[in-house]
Structures are given as structure tokens and as C-alpha cells.
């Protein structure tokens, strides 16, 4: 059963909008939460990590929150670029480091058109 | 800047090939994985190693050998290989703090 579920699967939205992207889970325990970027036909590269109970981040255009209790988390992109366009993936550790078992979702396919 | 590097690329072989995948990572990471990613699904764990000559299996194990010679050299072997295992291959490297991936393998198997 897959314990990382992400939505939308996929998503086009228009160079300067803002989008959201979700990340449900029901992986015990949740240590912290990562997002990850994966430009096509390469690899992830972390964006952000989340931690505590309720937790908020921002890096830049990009800003997430977690929900421990809901076992929710959400991914927002601001202004978009062109260079947006990737798959968005959410992974969830059930450790205190990335030595732990990671859980991935299947990922968010964003598309930033012109 | 972790650097973990694959080869082949890409790489296509016939069923019933023997096929090797290459991760370099230079990092003095101890702990080294494989993945597959599959269009609908998340990464999947192959194998995976917290050292030279050691080996763990992952979730998705079954066609799959893996080996790791030295710190540095991570490789996933497929003796016979199928179909089903026509995949995008990431190794990753990690640290404490976060995982390190290299730009994956594209692996069809005729």
C-alpha cells in the first residue's frame, strides 16, 4: 500500500502564478518530511526539510508546511519560472537523519507554460 | 558540492542480458542506495550498503544483485535480465543530514 500519496499528479500553471502542491502520508513514525526537486532525466536535489510537529519553511520562491498530526504537508512555488518545471517529490523518514528508510511519493508533474 | 556520478547513462539489452550499473560518489559518504523509479510509483529501494563489503537488502530486491567494492563504488548487477526491470536507476549517497542522488540510468530491457 503506498504510504506517500502526492496531488496533483500533474499540474500546469502559467510563468508567475503561484501553485501548491500536497503531500498526504501515512508512514509511522514520521520523523521529517523533504521536498525534492527532479528536473527531467536527472536526479533529486533536496529543496527543503521539515521537521517539528507543525513546521514551516521557505527557501526562496519556494515555502512548505507540515502537519504531523494530519500527516500533511504542502509545497508552495510563488512566482513561477519557466525553470519550474520538474517533478516535485515528497519524502518522508521514519529516522532522525537520511540513514533511515525513506518513503517517496510517486511525485507532482509541474509544467510552467509561457 | 556531493558529487555521485553513474554509468552508463542509458542502456539497452535483450532478455536474459547480464547488465551492470555503475555509482561513483566522492564524498566519504558511508552509506550508499539503489533505486528504481517507475512512472505511478515513488523511488523503490533496491539494495543498499553502510560500507565496503557490506550489503542490505531494500524493498524490491528479487532479480537483483548489488555490490559494493571500496567506499567509493556502489554496483547493481542483473544477471538475467527482464523485461519488468526496464527502469530509471538512481544511486544515492548519504550523510547524516540528507541523501545525494546521481542523474539515474535508463535501463530497457528488449
Known amino acids: 500500500k503506498t504510504q506517500v500519496e502526492q496531488s496533483p499528479q500533474s499540474l500546469v500553471v502559467r510563468q508567475g502564478e503561484n501553485c501548491v502542491l500536497q503531500c498526504n502520508y501515512s508512514v509511522t513514525p514520521d520523523n521529517h518530511l523533504r521536498w525534492f526537486k527532479q528536473d527531467t532525466g536527472k536526479g533529486l536535489v533536496s529543496l527543503t526539510v521539515?521537521?517539528?510537529?507543525?513546521d514551516k519553511t521557505s527557501n526562496g520562491r519556494y515555502s512548505a508546511t507540515l502537519d504531523k498530526d494530519a500527516k500533511h504537508s504542502t509545497l508552495h512555488i510563488t512566482a513561477t519560472l519557466l525553470d519550474d518545471t520538474a517533478t516535485y517529490i515528497c519524502?518522508?523518514?521514519?529516522?532522525?537523519?537520511?540513514?533511515?528508510?525513506?518513503?517517496f511519493g510517486a511525485g507532482t508533474q509541474l509544467i510552467v507554460i509561457p | 558540492e556531493a558529487a555521485v556520478t553513474q554509468s552508463p547513462r542509458n542502456k539497452v539489452t535483450v532478455t536474459g542480458g547480464n547488465v551492470t550499473l555503475s555509482c561513483r560518489q566522492t564524498n566519504s559518504h558511508n552509506y550508499m542506495y539503489w533505486y528504481r523509479q517507475d512512472t505511478g510509483h515513488g523511488l523503490r529501494l533496491i539494495h543498499y550498503s553502510y560500507g565496503a563489503g557490506n550489503l542490505q537488502i531494500g524493498d524490491v530486491p528479487d532479480g537483483y544483485k548489488a555490490t559494493r567494492t571500496t567506499q567509493e563504488d556502489f554496483f547493481l548487477l542483473l544477471e538475467l535480465a527482464s523485461p519488468s526491470q526496464t527502469s530509471l536507476y538512481f544511486c544515492a549517497s548519504s550523510d547524516w543530514d540528507t541523501q545525494y542522488f546521481g542523474p539515474g540510468t535508463r535501463l530497457l530491457v528488449l
Open positions: 521539515l521537521v517539528d510537529q507543525k
Open positions: 519524502v518522508v523518514g521514519d529516522r532522525g537523519s537520511a540513514l533511515g528508510r525513506l518513503h
